[in-house]
């Protein structure tokens, strides 16, 4: 048997319908009706899809009685805000550069 691929927040966020359950239940928790009645997809993808989103860390499951609700740790992105963050300070130093090359070429042919 296979293993399972190792299930992270990035495996959560990649897909723009787990995006928008997290949104959804970020702003309130919502129960698996609740949450279906709002996409054009069938009840069990959209329990597969917050299945993923409890194994990702994403989502926890509490049980109210007969209802279980679902709610957002949005605490997880941290790792997404982290990991983003590397790459924009990159990307700030190269269009800095870039700046300061255009900006001595400009100047050069001001000159001439």
């Given at each position: 048997?296979?293993?399972?691929?190792?299930r992270?927040?990035?495996?959560?966020?990649?897909?723009?319908?787990r995006?928008?359950?997290i949104?959804?239940i970020?702003?309130k928790p919502?129960?698996?009706?609740?949450?279906?009645?709002q996409?054009d997809?069938?009840?069990?993808?959209?329990?597969n899809?917050?299945?993923?989103?409890?194994e990702?860390?994403m989502v926890?499951?509490t049980?109210?009685?007969?209802?279980r609700l679902?709610?957002?740790?949005l605490?997880?992105l941290?790792?997404?805000?982290d990991?983003?963050?590397q790459?924009?300070?990159?990307?700030?130093?190269?269009?800095?550069?870039?700046d300061?090359f255009?900006?001595?070429t400009?100047n050069?042919?001001?000159?001439?």
């Amino acid at each position: 048997m296979a293993a399972e691929a190792r299930r992270d927040v990035f495996q959560a966020i990649s897909d723009p319908t787990r995006r928008q359950i997290i949104e959804l239940i970020a702003q309130k928790p919502m129960n698996l009706n609740a949450i279906a009645e709002q996409f054009d997809i069938s009840r069990p993808a959209i329990s597969n899809h917050v299945k993923l989103l409890v194994e990702c860390g994403m989502v926890t499951i509490t049980e109210r009685g007969r209802e279980r609700l679902c709610s957002a740790r949005l605490d997880s992105l941290r790792e997404v805000a982290d990991w983003a963050q590397q790459y924009s300070k990159f990307w700030t130093m190269k269009f800095d550069s870039l700046d300061k090359f255009l900006n001595k070429t400009r100047n050069k042919k001001k000159s001439k």
